[in-house]
């Protein structure tokens, strides 16, 4: 047993090499590139010899799969730059990569067990002994798998190996002395026998303590710094004695002088300025390519142990200008060994890695230094007195996890502004020692590039050190080219730096940052810092000008050996299209493509990663797959960090840190505005950057002080001359998740885009913004305290801060100023304007910067008048209580109080129960009730309050009052007035025609009430702005507010209590509180309405403060939580879930990971035992046990909110599998398979696999209340596995952001595999989607019926005794109705589920007649099991909320979709279409409590007459008119909406007159029919669609129902846009649609085999409002309009309404403001076999289309003939036809009017050769040829009259 911890140094000795781990000295492996087997590594070892592994070190085992030739090996993780980020072994143990189904055994023991699979890193994998690594350097940097030979010093495993013949074993005699001393593990067992020779090793150290006044004193001179780092290695007291100016290695004097002298010269033995070879020991790595020195000299000082002093005893270090000049990475004093942590930066360290603590620094100058003054990391306990740091290139101090650092009575600056260089020069110099390598071994090789001839690699290697020396002469030595010279033009494009100032993309005074480097998102890297002073500093002249790179990436980074990037747009011309691009190259981009090229070496490459694309492009101007790959962010410098600007002192993450006496001044940046390669984007994505904090380009930014997720206090703080010259400029920013204490801040000089007009500001679009100026930001997520007892912060003081515009304008994204900073000293230029808008004039802007309006106005009429009382005229004089001495008044309301949040007692008594302390924010004595500040004290004032969504607050539902009784205090007074204020702090707004009483109504929808313009104009979700509109698709032109949570009403206006007009009226308003601070409600009571103040005890009264700013510091911790991007991106949390995880309810996700399945998963939640079902009584159906659904005990009610409740996302039982409720998530299907089981697949019929986000629907939609909290996720991938049987979609989402589903089968579904809404950025690739359900046994009302269950148990609970009897049937008892029911259902199930089938003989003629009846009533009646729903989907994509409506009808817009490589296949659907009816016209669709619709004709007994119809019923429409009679809950009632007209036919037999009102073209929902859709996309702005097939679309829905209710209508529903789609459509099908989508394109499409059985057909639609481009090899086959259409059907006297002539199309444009672009012309679009009754044609056909296949059945003029022969017949004849006739379900059935027809050959002959309504003529106009259309028009449109409209 080969066991490294028993003596490292003997048993290392007999491998062939080793090093240690990336990151890890716990574990060592050969070097890098010692590509050797575990038997090649252990150098006694021949082919005899046998292996095996041992894990834990205990026993050595005989391996099931290698037997005795067993060794370990570690996974890249561990050697590489990156690797595999899931595991790749799947189920079934196929390995995904080469090697992923090794078994773990890293600290597990030894594991058979397939769990021992399934990892991403393993120190110890069992291999093969003589399995050989991979060579290919590639694997290194993808995210592969790669494996070396490993041993560890922890014992978890360790390798065995065997001699094959013990009598070969040959004995030596050694001394005991020479014996190696043996280290024993402690836990070693005690049966264990130790041979009494064994010479233990000693532990002993040295111990020390920390007493700096007995040091030992080190002298340090020029002398000690001649030839290399001085590395202090043991403690003591190091004091300078001269000057000390660092030039390590330079070349000599001699050497110099030579006129031949190369400053770069690689071929020399030692190259200048490096460790030279014989200084391998001391300074290692530079020419082995790892390990401290691998980049060269790095510090002049580096501090390797505690306890030292560094004295620079009034003298200085700095760097000799020729060294600073060749060496660009280098730190005066680094507090550690090495400049990274293990595992980060440019290079490979070591592991051996050592930060210091206990130093001091103190007393002297640290000047030139081309990095940082002073750097470290994870020092504890650092002081820096007295010491000048000046002259560095990036930052005077910067410490990552450092703690108790103190930095006192120091100055820091100026910055350099004289850089000569820029960084690719750094590159270059770091890349010398690999060049002498290369030209060695590779020299004489040729290598070409695309256009070029032939070059030597030494040339190339030559031409750059030309190019380099040529820089280094002209600064050094004065040299001045000719500027004709190619080579100086080259040299200088690459390396000179043209201004002097900084090119990377952050500049700092102090830098005080989380665990690793702060290169990148300010914010990301926040642990391990902690407990640091700076006290009395002055910070200054921090100079930066970033040159902007983009960094490119192709299945992550392209990167070069450094880390650096690949400067495309330098090395390559006509970038604009890549696909034509042509690579030119530099001297440096050459050489790396020919290390690229012929280098194996894995030292010497490192990070390196071109493409084999990128390298085709380059050598052979292969630019195809290049253009494919092209793809770059932007917001990155030339070592792709993320750009942050020029910042004074930048705080991430540290606690208690506090600033005393700092004086900040002078930070410039001179950065240009980002470039636009990368087009709009509104943060930049190169490293983690937060947008609330990194919004737009952000290098060019100027920040005195800036700190995020900090904590601490600063005091006497003088910041001034903050400039930048293109973007924003701040003194002190503080960003979100601050909490600090302040005083005394004083700030001046701030200038913002100084070299922009307010022309050039105006004009900006994203990624640049308009530059803010600012003296301190406070923003959203930060809080602060002011130190000096002001709550104004009146000692925060701005002055002279002037910006294109002021961080207190309305379009500043996510803060404010904080304290003074007053016009007109703090302003913006001339010409801006406050909003960031186009001021009016010549020289008006164009854009608005790319700025987002955070504040949202009133949508209707916004108040604009100052609320102010007059107390002078108020008859009542108010006088005050005194108060004594120790004791506190405490006022009722703000007036008289100071502005700010103030406590005050409205009752004007206390009770800390019921009449609490309520925080509220005062404004010119005008009382702003902001309920964020704490929920539950201000649930005590107010008669209820309900959160409808995380911004809205009002009454609960049962709750009518008005505003003004709302509110409890004040309730009796009618005299006060109130107003608004949207920012809940700033002036109080009302309307003073309206006696100032103005106040907040939210509409009806949020409180599942009716809103006239629900879905044409919604408020927006994130900024909360409202719009106004009129109705979409509607006959006015009227204009009303749209959904709003924030309409201006007056406080007395009176809310509906009556439950019917809830759900029919839509004037539909209730009083709102906006929460999140923002939209308040505002009063000032009179003289006469305000309560007494309230005298309390001064203890009493700190108690209580104490206790609320506890609460409310609770509040605000919870809303940054909420809000808060999620930094942790989840690599460190891997779940494998089980089927144990999904037993008993939905799985959800809160929190970052990578969740891997680990088996095939069923669902079947809650399922009942099989004891239960044993029972005789066992019901699956019960309302006592509710199977299947969320446990309604109150046991279940913390994991799923509205389990036993009537409000939270699982009312209704579990929507889905599994939530995705956070950001950053990764979920591996792993191969395997996750879908519905079939008993839950008919119990929950409302169900999606996956759901992005805590709940199915966004505030203010669905059919019932379902919480307030959204949490849609961002950040989230899936993929690799199928997604089975769900009764609704297998993948849906709401607002999720950053979307990637990929290599998934998704199949089984009712409605849709995937629909996503109101999304960004999303991409779906790599994806089979079909077949749909094929296989359904219920309809949509089977669905309703276990829905309901629970308001049903409520319903017999509170009124099962009461009676009820329908007309013509004896009275029964509602328990009686809903126990028929629940049988009925039962019935179902168990024909379903247990294949019962029943009959008169077997089960009585009484069970018999309730099987017919629960058949028809739930059974599906289609033969093939295609839903009866109004539409299937493979794909939906959609903009905010459901798609249930019109197309197009859903709010805002998604952005940024990419669909490729996608199948989508077999879809089928048939809809029932089901009618809207009602009697009242004030009143909503018939419905229950979720908008299930009353079957009207279903419960007829007849429908032909509609005056004479009787109510049969059925047992569920019985229940539905039990619960609307006796049930009193509004939230038990929801959307149920009966009107007497109904209730009375259905009860007493009265029958309907003429006054009725409908809609048509719904289904059993409610929702618009829309047939079979292969890929809908609406309201998509950017999307692309590449290598899509579409095939086997199927509709098999029957005509829609022809009745007088509708009549022939163009539009059978208010949501139905008939310019878009007219008539009944839910027999219609599509391949694709495109509706109100822009910046669209589809390439490589095939749409092939579609089939409608009666309506339209078509490959794809494009439809009102688009635009798109059809690129390439657009393929429609196969489309077969109306194929079971009969001549009888059509209406030509109803001019071919509401069912329409079956049209066939390729691809359709309906002209309705769209537009689309052919890039082959009509070639782009082929299609062949279209056939329908008619064709597409004309302007209203994109494309060409086979003439010989593309045929119509008729022409269009036969049918125009046709209907006008109608027109002529007589008028006698026409109204006998026009009757009360249904064609629905049966379309083959009685057709009297034309058997009455048929008589007249006339209009047989024409009919034997004509068919119906002419598309061309048009569906997209409506239609009044006859009466007919106009009556039914007429009563289709009065169906939505309401008190409202006919205002």
Not at 1115 to 1143: H, W
């Amino acid at each position: 047993m080969i066991d490294v911890s028993l003596n490292f140094d003997a048993v290392t000795s007999y491998f062939t090499s080793w090093e240690y781990a990336k990151a890890d000295t716990y574990i060592i492996g050969p070097e890098l590139d010692d590509m050797i087997s575990w038997r090649e590594w252990w150098s006694v070892a021949d082919d005899t010899y046998s292996f095996r592994s041992a894990a834990n070190c205990h026993k050595c085992y005989s391996d099931d799969e290698y037997g005795d030739n067993a060794a370990y090996y570690m996974s890249s993780y561990y050697f590489c730059f990156s690797t595999t980020m899931e595991p790749q072994c799947s189920d079934d143990g196929t390995e995904l990569m080469p090697g992923g189904c090794a078994y773990c055994d890293d600290g597990t023991g030894h594991n058979d067990d397939d769990m021992a699979r399934i990892w991403t890193k393993c120190t110890s994998l069992r291999f093969d002994a003589d399995t050989k690594p991979s060579t290919d350097h590639y694997d290194c940097v993808t995210h592969s798998l790669a494996f070396r030979p490993s041993a560890v010093t922890n014992r978890d495993a360790c390798t065995c190996y065997k001699p094959a013949n013990k009598k070969t074993e040959t004995t030596y005699t050694v001394p005991v002395s020479q014996l190696p001393p043996v280290t024993i593990p402690d836990d070693l067992a005690d049966d264990i026998i130790i041979d009494p020779m064994i010479v233990f090793a000693s532990d002993e150290q040295e111990e020390y303590d920390t007493n700096f006044d007995e040091l030992p004193i080190v002298y340090l001179s020029q002398s000690d710094f001649n030839e290399g780092t001085y590395r202090i290695q043991t403690r003591g007291e190091y004091v300078l004695t001269e000057n000390i100016v660092l030039t390590f290695n330079a070349p000599s004097e001699d050497a110099e002088a030579d006129p031949d002298f190369s400053a770069n010269s690689y071929d020399v033995d030692d190259l200048y300025w490096y460790p030279r070879h014989d200084q391998e020991d001391k300074y290692p790595g530079l020419y082995t390519y790892h390990g401290k020195f691998t980049l060269g000299f790095f510090a002049g000082i580096s501090i390797e142990c505690d306890d030292v002093i560094v004295d620079l005893n009034g003298f200085s270090i700095a760097m000799d200008y020729k060294f600073y000049f060749q060496q660009r990475f280098f730190s005066l004093i680094e507090l550690g060994n090495q400049p990274f942590i293990g595992g980060q930066g440019p290079a490979n360290w070591g592991s051996d890695q050592v930060f210091a603590s206990n130093v001091i620094i103190k007393d002297g100058i640290l000047a030139l230094t081309s990095h940082h003054s002073i750097h470290g990391n994870h020092n504890n306990n650092v002081l820096i007195s007295n010491v000048r740091m000046t002259q560095f290139d990036v930052a005077g101090f910067g410490c990552n996890a450092c703690t108790q650092i103190t930095v006192t009575d120091s100055i820091v600056g100026p910055q350099n502004t004289n850089i000569p260089v820029l960084g690719r020069y750094t590159h270059a110099r770091t890349f010398l020692p690999r060049i002498k390598d290369l030209v060695e071994n590779y020299g004489d090789q040729y290598m070409t590039f695309a256009d070029r001839e032939p070059i030597l690699v030494q040339d190339l290697a030559d031409r750059m050190v030309t190019e380099m020396d040529m820089i280094y002469n002209h600064f050094v030595n004065g040299v001045q080219y000719d500027e004709d010279d190619e080579s100086w033009q080259s040299a200088k494009r690459i390396f000179y730096n043209p201004t002097g100032w900084m090119d990377g993309g952050s500049s700092y005074g102090l830098v005080f940052n989380g665990d690793g480097a702060a290169v990148i998102g300010i914010g990301c890297r926040t642990d391990g810092t902690s407990d640091i002073t700076v006290n009395n500093v002055e910070i200054y002249g921090i100079y930066t000008q970033p040159i902007e790179k983009p960094k490119f990436q192709s299945d992550g980074a392209i990167r070069l050996s450094f880390f650096d990037g690949l400067d495309w747009p330098a090395v390559a011309e006509g970038l604009e299209d890549p696909y034509s691009a042509r690579y030119i190259g530099d001297s440096y981009t050459d050489l790396v493509f020919a290390v690229n090229h012929f280098v194996d070496s894995w030292y010497y490459l490192n990070s390196l990663r071109i493409t084999p694309a990128m390298a085709a492009f380059a050598e052979e101007g292969d630019s195809q797959a290049f253009g494919d790959e092209y793809d770059g962010v932007c917001g990155s410098d030339i070592q792709l960090h993320s750009s942050k600007g020029a910042i004074g002192l930048r705080i991430d993450g540290t606690q208690n840190i506090n600033l005393n006496n700092i004086y900040v001044h002078d930070v410039q940046n001179w950065g240009a505005l980002g470039i636009d390669i990368c087009g709009e984007y509104h943060y930049p994505t190169v490293s983690h950057e937060d947008p609330q904090i990194q919004y737009g380009y952000t290098g060019n930014r100027a920040q005195g002080i800036i700190a995020s997720y900090a904590s601490g206090s600063m005091t006497d703080i003088t910041i001034e001359n903050i400039e930048s010259y293109y973007g924003s400029a701040w003194g002190m920013v503080l960003y979100k998740g601050n909490e600090f204490g302040l005083s005394n801040i004083n700030v001046k000089s701030v200038y913002a885009g100084t070299q922009l007009t307010a022309q050039q500001a105006q004009a900006l679009t994203l990624p640049n913004i308009m530059p803010l100026a600012c003296s301190v930001e406070l923003r959203d997520e930060a809080v602060v305290t002011s130190l000096s007892g002001f709550d104004d912060f009146a000692d925060v003081v701005g002055n002279d801060i002037i910006g294109h515009k002021l961080c207190d304008n309305p379009t500043n994204n996510y803060g404010t100023v904080l304290g003074v900073c007053e016009d007109p000293s703090c302003r913006m230029y001339d010409g801006d304007t406050m909003d960031g808008s186009n001021p009016a004039g010549p020289n008006a802007g164009t854009s608005t910067g790319g700025d987002r309006i955070e504040t949202a106005p009133v949508a209707v009429d916004p108040p604009s008048d100052p609320l102010v009382y007059d107390a002078e005229s108020d008859d009542i004089q108010f006088e005050d209580v005194e108060v004594p001495e120790g004791s506190v008044g405490i006022r009722s309301a703000c007036n008289g109080l100071e502005d700010g949040v103030q406590y005050i007692l409205p009752y004007g008594t206390f009770n800390e129960e019921t009449a609490p302390l309520l925080p509220v924010v005062c404004n010119d004595g005008n009382t702003i009730l902001d309920a964020s500040l704490s929920f539950e004290r201000y649930s005590h004032y107010f008669s209820s309050l309900y959160m409808y969504d995380v911004g809205i607050a009002g009454p609960e539902l049962d709750d009518f009052s008005t505003w003004r009784e709302w509110y409890l205090p004040l309730e009796d007074s009618a005299n006060f007035i109130y107003g608004v204020s949207d920012d809940c702090s700033s002036q109080c707004l009302s309307d003073a025609k309206g006696q100032f009483d103005t106040t907040y109504y939210m509409t009806g929808n949020f409180y599942l009430c009716a809103w006239i313009t629900k879905g044409d104009c919604d408020m927006d979700a994130e900024s909360y702005e409202c719009y106004q509109c009129a109705r979409n698709g509607g006959r006015s032109t009227s204009v009303y507010p749209g959904v709003c949570s924030h309409v201006a009403m007056s406080a007395d206006f009176e809310v509906h209590d009556d439950h019917f007009q809830c759900t029919g009226n839509n004037d539909n308003l209730k009083p709102s509180v906006g929460l999140a601070h923002q939209f308040c409600v505002c009063y000032n009571p009179t003289n006469s309405g305000l309560h007494e103040s309230y005298v309390m005890d001064e203890a009493v009264y700190n108690a209580e403060i104490e206790k609320i700013s506890a609460e409310m510091d609770a509040t605000a911790e919870e809303e940054e939580t909420r809000s808060r991007t999620v930094m942790d991106d989840g690599s460190n949390n891997i779940v494998y879930l089980s089927n144990a995880d999904f037993l008993h309810g939905t799985y959800r996700i809160t929190d970052p990971g990578i969740y891997i399945l680990s088996e095939n998963i069923e669902l079947n939640f809650n399922a009942p035992t099989d004891e239960q079902r044993q029972d005789e009584a066992f019901s699956p159906n019960s309302y006592e046990y509710f199977y299947w659904l969320p446990r309604s005990d109150g046991t279940q009610d913390d994991e799923y909110m509205g389990a036993s409740t009537w409000n939270g996302p699982y009312q209704l039982g579990f929507f889905t599998a599994v939530t995705v409720e956070t950001s950053n998530v990764v979920i591996d299907l792993n191969g395997f398979e996750i879908g519905m089981s079939d008993e839950f697949y008919l119990q929950q019929r409302f169900f999606s696999i996956f759901e992005l986000a805590a709940k199915n629907f966004v505030a203010g939609q669905g059919p019932v209340d379902f919480g307030p909290f959204l949490n849609p996720a961002t950040n989230v991938v899936i993929k690799n596995g199928v997604i089975g049987k769900a009764t609704h979609h297998g993948i849906h989402a709401n607002d999720a952001k950053h979307v990637t589903l990929e290599n998934l089968q998704i199949h089984s579904f009712d409605v849709a595999g995937i629909q996503l809404n109101g999304f960004d950025d999303i991409t779906i690739r790599d994806c089979d989607i079909g077949p749909s359900s094929s296989n359904i046994p219920v309809t949509g009302r089977y669905l309703h019926a276990r829905t309901l269950l629970r308001r049903f148990e409520h319903l017999v609970d509170n009124y099962g005794d009461e009676e009820l009897a329908f007309s013509g049937r004896e009275s029964q008892t509602v328990r009686d109705y809903v126990d028929e029911l629940i049988l009925q259902m039962d019935m179902v199930y168990n024909h379903v589920i247990n294949g019962y089938e029943y009959s008169a003989e077997q089960d009585g003629d009484e069970d018999y007649q309730r099987w017919l009846k629960a058949s028809d009533l739930f059974m599906n009646p289609n033969e093939n099991g295609y839903g009866d729903g109004g539409v299937v989907y493979g794909i939906l994509l959609n903009s905010r909320g459901g798609a249930v409506m019109g197309f197009g009808n859903a709010p805002s817009q998604s952005t940024n979709a990419v669909i490729e490589n996608v199948n989508i296949h077999d879809l089928a659907i048939s809809p029932l279409e089901k009618l809207k009816f009602k009697t009242n016209p004030l009143g909503g669709a018939t419905r229950g409590p979720v908008a299930d619709v009353f079957d009207i004709m279903k419960v007829a007994d007849q429908w032909e007459d509609i005056s004479t119809a009787k109510y049969v019923g059925s047992a569920y429409s019985d229940v539905q008119i039990a619960m609307s009679r006796f049930e009193k809950s509004w939230f038990v009632l929801d959307h149920t909406c009966f009107d007497e007209g109904i209730v009375s036919w259905a009860l007493d037999g009265t029958n309907f007159d003429q006054t009725y009102y409908g809609g048509c073209n719904t289904d059993i929902q409610l929702h618009i029919n829309k047939g079979v859709i292969g890929l809908r996309i609406d309201n998509i702005i950017g999307f692309t669609v590449n290598n899509v097939q579409i095939s086997n679309l199927l509709n098999t829905g029957v005509l829609g129902t022809e009745t007088d209710v509708c009549g022939a209508y163009t539009q059978g529903n208010a949501h139905q846009d008939p310019l878009i789609t007219a008539g009944y459509t839910g027999t219609e099908g599509y391949g694709i649609t495109i509706t109100q989508s822009v910046e669209g394109s589809l390439s490589n499409v095939n749409i092939d085999n579609l089939q409608t059985y009666y309506g339209f057909a078509t490959g794809v639609a494009l439809f009102k409002d688009s635009s798109v481009a059809f690129d390439e090899n657009i393929a429609v086959s196969n489309i077969y309009a109306g194929t079971q259409m009969q001549m009888e059907y059509l209406r030509p006297e109803q001019s071919y309404l509401p069912n329409k002539i079956p049209m066939a199309c390729s691809v359709f444009d309906n002209n309705y403001n769209t537009q689309y672009t052919l890039t082959q012309s009509d070639d782009t679009i082929a299609a062949s076999n279209i056939n329908g009754y008619l064709l597409c044609s004309g302007d209203a056909m994109i494309g060409a289309c086979d003439q010989e296949t593309c045929v119509a059945l008729y022409d269009q003029e036969y049918f125009d003939q046709l209907a006008a022969s109608y027109q002529s017949i007589d008028d006698q004849l026409l109204d006998n036809k026009n009757g009360n006739v249904i064609v629905s379900g049966n379309t083959h059935g009685s057709l009297h009017r034309f058997t009455f027809i048929a008589s007249f050959a006339v209009i047989l002959s024409i009919i034997a050769f004509i068919m119906c309504y002419a598309w061309l003529c048009s569906p997209y106009t409506r239609i009044e040829k006859v009466d007919l259309f106009a009556m039914a028009k007429a009563n289709v449109f009065a169906s939505e009259s309401t008190p409202l409209l006919e205002q």
